[in-house]
């Protein structure tokens, strides 16, 4: 089944898996299953496994051309989950220079606890690895400077220096739609789902791919024994939201674009930063297209800055990313607070599905009334 197709049928056929005929997955939220002998078989407790969870999962692991997938209760939870179950004691960590800035923080808070130190390393340029790298963490374009990089010589070279270091790559801002990084020998992807996959604003998940079935099981068990499985209720929004990725990623992307080229005529805006700007050779021959966040620098005052985001009347001031509705932050004062290298102008725009023309009308109205800029 082509993409679009899978993501409404698949693990949803009436008859086949469920007894009633309902075209659309029922929310099964029962805590507990009744057991048909002494020990457990199949279902029998929900944060094991749950029948709208384990639709979800199905649809995720095909749209990402993978074999195995696990939901969570959020981004960060899945992301937590896969780091704690690969890492060790005294192991060694590589991540891009420029991440999630949660991400950052579990290694640069959190892993020194257990004498882990994380890396840096600019993988848009020439870089070494050493054989002893546990873990490698990656993402493309990354969250908020928009850095792209061919993920398949990246892994190439980090494979080359040891095959057993595990790859894990943040694949939140292109969606299964636009990218599948497992093509390019990524060993686990993760997703925040709350963004792009679900789509809507209107619930947290996360989400984690992979091929391996030792990892797999690694991870399953961490979600099993942390409680952090993705609720029933949770499960059916996301699975409502992945129905219309497609038609949503398209529109995020055309709308991006246009608002791209309206940002060029400004001459205030000194650098944007989007993958379809960045130069080909850092990315990928698989990636399918480009998102619809962007990022800007604007030559203004950090007072400026508040003017300008305080006049908005379409696109929200609000963190996170990927929702139907346009949202715009600064991130140096929001979600990279305190991350070193994220400059005060620097401002994410996730550009919405709405018309087109009036993002643009709502930007232009809020730069106008930036008084000492000429627009």
């Known amino acids: 089944m082509n ?27 029962t805590s507990t299953y009744q057991l048909q002998d002494l020990e457990p078989m199949g279902h029998f407790y929900q944060r094991y496994d749950n029948q709208t969870r384990e639709a979800l999962e199905k649809k995720l692991a ?4 993978a074999n195995y997938c696990l939901v969570f209760s959020s981004g960060m939870a899945a992301i937590t989950s896969v780091i704690f179950s690969i890492i ?15 991400t950052r923080k ?14 840096y390393i600019d993988f848009t340029s020439d870089f070494e690895i050493s054989k ?9 374009p990354t969250n908020p400077m928009m850095k792209m990089i061919d993920v398949k010589k990246v892994v190439k070279k980090i494979k080359e220096s040891n095959p057993r270091t595990v790859v894990v790559f943040d694949n939140t801002f292109l969606s299964p739609y636009f990218y599948n990084p497992l093509d390019d020998g990524v060993d686990i ?13 209107d619930c947290m998940a996360g989400a984690v791919m992979l091929n391996n079935q030792q ?40 709308n991006c674009i246009k608002v791209i080229e309206y940002l060029k005529t400004k001459s205030f805006v000194s650098k944007i930063l989007h993958p379809s700007l960045c130069e080909k050779d850092n990315i990928s021959a698989n990636v399918r297209g480009f998102g619809g966040t962007v990022s800007f620098l604007v030559d203004f005052t950090p007072s400026q800055i508040r003017h300008f985001i305080s006049n908005l009347k379409v696109i929200n001031h609000a963190v996170s990313l990927g929702g139907v509705e346009s949202l715009i932050c600064v991130p140096h004062f929001s979600t990279h607070k305190g991350i070193e290298g994220i400059p005060y102008n620097l401002i994410r725009l996730s550009v919405g599905i709405e018309n087109v023309n009036d993002i643009i009308d709502d930007l232009e109205q809020a730069f106008v009334k930036v008084n000492s800029v000429k627009v």
């Open 62 to 65: 095909y749209s990402e051309k």
């Open 132 to 140: 002893d790298v546990s873990l490698v963490w990656l993402e493309s």
């Open 215 to 254: 990892l797999f099981e690694k991870i399953k068990e961490y979600r099993n024994n942390f409680g952090n499985a993705l609720s029933p209720f949770d499960s059916y929004l996301v699975l409502r939201g992945l129905k219309t990725l497609h038609l949503r990623m398209q529109k995020h992307q055309e």
């Open 189 to 201: 992807v993760v997703h925040s789902a709350t963004k792009y996959i679900n789509g809507h604003s």
């Open 88 to 102: 060790t004691l005294n192991c060694r960590i590589v991540a891009f220079d420029d991440l999630y800035s949660v």
């Open 106 to 119: 579990i290694f640069n808070q959190v892993l020194p606890k257990y004498n882990i130190i994380v890396d």
């Open 3 to 29: 993409f679009e197709t899978s993501v409404i049928h698949l693990a949803e056929k009436p008859y086949i898996d469920n007894i009633w005929g309902d075209v659309v997955k029922s929310i099964h939220l």
